[in-house]
């Protein structure tokens, strides 16, 4: 659970959950001064921006189809690991037609008047950002409300990873903190359903194209292109170089066949790669081979100390909460705390299921019953233990591979 210590770092830490509570009507104090009423339109407004920025960066006049994606169909979403202007980008490019690049138009980019009349437009696609935001942060934790997630949201300045760095500082212990895992189960089911509440065409692109890996040349190119400059617009030339990195990191993996007889290997064509599964020769198999290289999302650098900024601004809050703490029922940072460690305990009859007997002369009686996770042990051996002791002997002993105990066993028990 949270603990209230300081950990290391240029900013010392106060209270966790300052963000949660000095969010809250219920926790904060009554001379306390106003806040944005609508955290979640203060969110949508800042997508707005970013689309604004990246609109200035791509040549959109000049190839075609680009404009298209970027504001229409759910395509150019702000959702993904990297900074929202970049994800904006490279969701955008990751749905470009093959050659459009190649086709753009040589003429001049278009005039300060006709994009001021483009940006009217971003209603659509930023309020769809915004809520896939709101429902990655719901789904991978699965203990927040909508209005929490648009509060870390909105401390964050829509920065989906630096979102999760707060909310893992106000729910985690103290050293358990860590950057997304882009390619972890969680990260990658939450993306696809928060790309699918977006309405993006393709959420399976998208997902595939956060847990990518980039090749160290391709990596460099792509930092360049993405960040050197970062209020630089791109070239046409530069958006086929990404979009000819996006395409081979994304190509469908090599599939080797192994054999019994010896490494016999059908590769789709020579790439550089590596074995996502440990070969076996016992019998004839297969398995994928994934790109080696760098996680796209390790593009984005320096959340640690965003992170410290942002706590470092929270910790002048703690003025304006209630002298008096509030009751676990009206506080949201408590009743999210108490939903995480009921999470944590399904977690821990799970571990506890998968280690019991199957069902024949299981003691799943005693689990229902009894099964509970406290005990001089940790939590799972508490689980097993306590089913054991909780369920008949003759339910233990009931399957027919099992002889039956002696009565000195049945002391024992």
């Not at 990873?161 to 882009?182: C, F, N, T």
């Not at 650098?301 to 965003?306: A, H, I, P, R, T």
């Amino acid at each position: 659970m949270a603990s209230g210590s300081t950990c290391s770092g240029s900013v010392p830490l106060g209270r966790r959950g300052l963000v949660s509570c000095a969010h809250s009507l219920d926790c904060r104090a009554d001379d306390a001064p106003p806040l944005p009423p609508d955290l979640e339109k203060v969110v949508y407004e800042l997508i707005v921006g970013f689309y604004d920025q990246a609109f200035d960066r791509l040549p959109c006049e000049r190839i075609p189809g680009l404009l298209d994606l970027l504001a229409t169909g759910g395509c150019g979403t702000c959702l993904g690991l990297l900074d929202p202007v970049s994800n904006i980008i490279l969701n955008t490019l990751a749905l470009l037609p093959e050659g459009a690049a190649a086709a753009a138009s040589p003429a001049p980019p278009a005039t300060k008047k006709s994009k001021r009349l483009v940006r009217n437009d971003w209603h659509e696609i930023a309020n769809r950002s915004c809520q896939s935001l709101l429902a990655f942060l719901m789904v991978y934790f699965g203990c927040l409300e909508k209005e929490q997630a648009a509060r870390y949201l909105y401390w964050a300045d829509a920065n989906l990873s630096l979102a999760v760095m707060l909310i893992q500082h106000d729910l985690y212990v103290e050293g358990e903190e860590a950057v997304l895992d882009p390619e972890s189960d969680r990260t990658q089911a939450a993306l696809e359903w928060a790309a699918t509440m977006a309405g993006h065409p393709s959420p399976g692109v998208l997902t595939q194209l956060m847990s990518s890996r980039l090749k160290e040349d391709d990596f460099h190119l792509l930092e360049k292109l993405l960040f050197s400059a970062a209020d630089g617009p791109l070239k046409v030339d530069d958006v086929g170089a990404i979009d000819r990195i996006l395409r081979m990191m994304m190509s469908p993996p090599c599939v080797a066949t192994i054999s019994r007889k010896g490494p016999i290997l059908h590769v789709r064509k020579n790439l550089d790669a590596v074995w996502s599964t440990p070969p076996s020769t016992t019998e004839d198999t297969a398995t994928a081979l994934c790109w080696d290289g760098k996680p796209i999302s390790s593009l984005q650098c320096g959340l640690s100390d965003k992170l410290q900024r942002c706590l470092g601004r929270a910790d002048g809050l703690e003025q304006y909460l209630k002298k008096t703490p509030c009751s676990v029922d009206a506080c949201d940072y408590l009743q999210t705390l108490k939903m995480r460690l009921h999470g944590m305990i399904h977690n821990f009859c799970i571990k506890a299921l998968k280690l019991l007997p199957t069902p024949s002369g299981s003691p799943m009686c005693g689990f229902l019953m009894a099964g509970h996770c406290y005990g001089s042990m940790d939590p799972v051996s508490n689980i097993i233990v306590n089913s054991i002791w909780s369920t008949p002997s003759r339910a233990l002993w009931s399957s027919p591979h099992s002889p039956a105990p002696s009565s000195q066993q049945r002391l024992v028990l």
